[in-house]
T-cell receptor
């Protein structure tokens, strides 16, 4: 399966811990988007990255959240000092240029 | 900002029933409109899209028409199957605040269950 791969699929953290979510885009895609889905809500845009660059992070919370997409390896969404309100499904999508987005299966974060 | 409002679910239908899932939007400019589907345990998949007013998107028996006058993009299927059970998301494409690219604004999703 050459689709977008996200891991872990499920992650449980206690308040104050760090969460790291990984996303490997479709082979050859250099554009990555992260979305968050809170319970009973639609997906909300967080950040758009190209290799080694954050292009738009207008949807990212100002504190505790960061994202990267290094030259080699997957894109990482990092949440420091997690709180219960961070519990959500986090979806990654990739595209070849700025065309159709291909989504991963999501990573479900639960904060205890 | 731009937004998408979807018919609340869950929706439960018998096989071969007619399906409508309502979707309306508010947007500045002329967005493209999409329906995505998420089957259990899988990621979102593009089901169909329309890029301008009066366009009809269609795929796998599903259809939706871009209605600018009513700002709607309702999803329809004439005869649903058990395998259509999934969550359906309506979305529009708008520019990121940086102007660097387009991104998707989603509705909250509608869970469809089709019973045999």
């Amino acid at each position: 399966n050459a689709g977008v791969m996200q891991n872990p699929r499920h992650l449980v953290r206690r308040r104050g811990q760090e969460a790291r979510l990984r996303c490997s885009p479709v082979k050859g895609h250099s554009h990555v988007y992260w979305y968050r889905q809170l319970p009973e809500e639609g997906l909300k845009f967080m950040v758009y990255l190209q290799k080694e660059n954050i292009i738009d992070e207008s949807g990212m919370p100002k504190e505790r959240f960061s994202a990267e997409f290094p030259k080699e390896g997957p894109s990482i969404l990092r949440i420091q000092q997690v709180v219960r309100g961070d519990s959500a499904a986090y979806f990654c999508a990739s595209s070849l240029y700025t065309g159709e987005l291909f989504f991963g299966e999501g990573s479900r974060l639960t904060v205890l | 900002g731009d937004s998408v409002t979807q018919m609340e679910g869950p929706v439960t239908l018998s096989e071969e029933a007619f399906l409508t899932i309502n979707c309306t939007y508010t947007a500045t400019g002329y967005p493209s409109l999409f329906w995505y589907v998420q089957y259990p345990g899988e990621g979102l998949q593009l089901l169909l899209k329309a890029t301008k007013a009066d366009d009809k998107g269609s795929n796998k028996g599903f259809e939706a028409t871009y209605r600018k006058e009513t700002t709607s993009f309702h999803l329809e299927k004439g005869s649903v199957q058990v395998s259509d059970s999934a969550v359906y998301f309506c979305a529009l494409s708008d520019l990121l605040s940086s102007g660097s690219a387009r991104q998707l604004t989603f509705g909250s999703g509608t869970q469809l269950t089709v019973l045999p």
